[in-house]
């Protein structure tokens, strides 16, 4: 009679063991975050209201406008609204990155065959699969955080962005700060693009090594002798690879894998795939650090826990554990597009320098902290970033994980930004 009774007590103890390897896991990767970051946040309670709330970014003003006739969407055969969608929302085209493995909702369609393209500025990302019923959006919602809407391939007079929460099954977990938010991983996959589970970093971001990332993407441009996942689907490539490790490295061409006629680039950019990687994660940390906030404030009234956060967010604002560069990297089109936005300084200085040779900025402060997001975080909390920030940047603060940031960095990002930014504080202006 005992073994019964045992086996559901094993079984038990065995799953407790699996999700502690799992927690492990996840700590192990999120190690750089803060303690409890992988944590899922109670975001449909009153004070976030994140599913009622209606949102305020770039799509649903489109929306909007397409409603009143301001605006129309024009439905094209090869591409259906992709074109026009990226127009309206000014989206480059040249931000093309592909994804081959099988990881997201549509994931029936995407294949190294048929790539799924992902298409983003600062604070709108566009998923597209040629021939498939829906294209997909995020935004960076600036008090809301990632919010999801899809919108159908068929002739409209008025299309419309539908709003859903179907995507946060996905989208909102430990893979996105505990909140919702976007998603980024390197998994190597078959010939099909199925993703062998036991070879993934489950998220990639800045501080990821260049060896590690990409498993699952096409990546074009130049990185010299630097290896890594990209363009390899199934076995024999990867046993190719390990015996000459730039096999299907370089490239700038990707016919060979696919039809590339059918998306509006024959790219995907390893630029843009850089920059994506970082801003993906800042995105959810400024999410995470508004809520964060905004809990606490209305729970307390004062930020005082939230500044261990804070830290740990200053640090990846400030690129202090960005995986480094080893040889030059150079992309396509992308580079220009991006720096081109600005803002510049009297020096022609813009946080969206690219530098490509060590590391992926030149004054490595995000250009986030322009963003609507960074801007709608409540008073309290960033009038704490801005005095941290002060401090790190003039050496007041002299804790030793800002110790990699150069005098030299230091001083041209605070010129930049006392001249750039918007709000900051009297004392930043003296
Ligand atoms: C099965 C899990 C899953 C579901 C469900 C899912 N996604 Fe994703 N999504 C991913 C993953 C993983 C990525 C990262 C890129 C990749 O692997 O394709 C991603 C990336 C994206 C991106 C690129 C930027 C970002 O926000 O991460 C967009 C846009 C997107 N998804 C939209 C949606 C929308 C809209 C829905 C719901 C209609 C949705 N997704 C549902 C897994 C999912």
Sequence with gaps: MQTPKLNPAIMTLRSVIFSFALLLGGLARGQNDFQGSTHLMPFDEETINYNKAKPNDPVTQLQDAVEKGDR????????????????????????????????????????????????????????????????????????????????E????????FARTDQCLECHASAKSMGVPGHLLRSFKTDSTGVVELDSG??????????????????????????????NLFGKTAFAKQEKSPNYLGNLSDLSRFFDVKRYPENSSDIVALMVL?????????????????????????????????ANSFLKYLLFTEEAPIKSDITGGAFSKDFESRGPRDS??????????????????CSYLIYSKSFEALPDKIQEHIYKRLWD???GKDEL??????????????LEILAETKQGLPAYWKR
């Design 72 to 151: 129309t969407l024009k439905f094209e055969s090869e591409h259906g609204y992709l074109d026009s969608v990226l127009k309206e929302l000014g989206i480059a085209k040249s931000s093309q990155v592909l994804v081959f493995s099988k990881t997201s909702f549509q994931r029936e369609r995407i294949s190294p065959h048929s790539p799924r393209a992902l298409y983003f500025n600062d604070d709108v990302y566009v998923g597209f699969i040629p021939g498939a019923p829906l294209m997909e959006f995020s935004t960076a919602e600036p008090r809301l955080g990632g919010v999801f809407y899809t919108l």
């Design 153 to 160: 391939q068929t002739i409209e007079s008025k299309p419309k």
């Design 201 to 230: 970093i489950s998220e990639v971001n800045h501080r990821t090594p260049i060896e590690e990332r990409w498993g699952g993407w096409f990546v074009t441009g130049q990185h010299g002798s630097q290896v890594h996942r990209g």
């Design 277 to 309: 990687e970082h801003q993906i994660h800042m995105h959810n940390f400024i999410t995470r650090l508004n809520y964060e906030s905004v809990v606490q404030l209305s729970r307390y009234g004062h930020i005082n826990y939230v500044t261990n956060i």
């Design 347 to 364: 020096k022609g200085r813009s946080l969206r320098d690219l530098d490509l040779q060590t590391r992926l900025f030149k004054y490595p």
């Design 392 to 394: 790190i940047l003039t």
């Design 400 to 413: 030793p994980e800002f110790s990699r940031i150069s005098a030299k960095s230091r001083r041209a990002i």
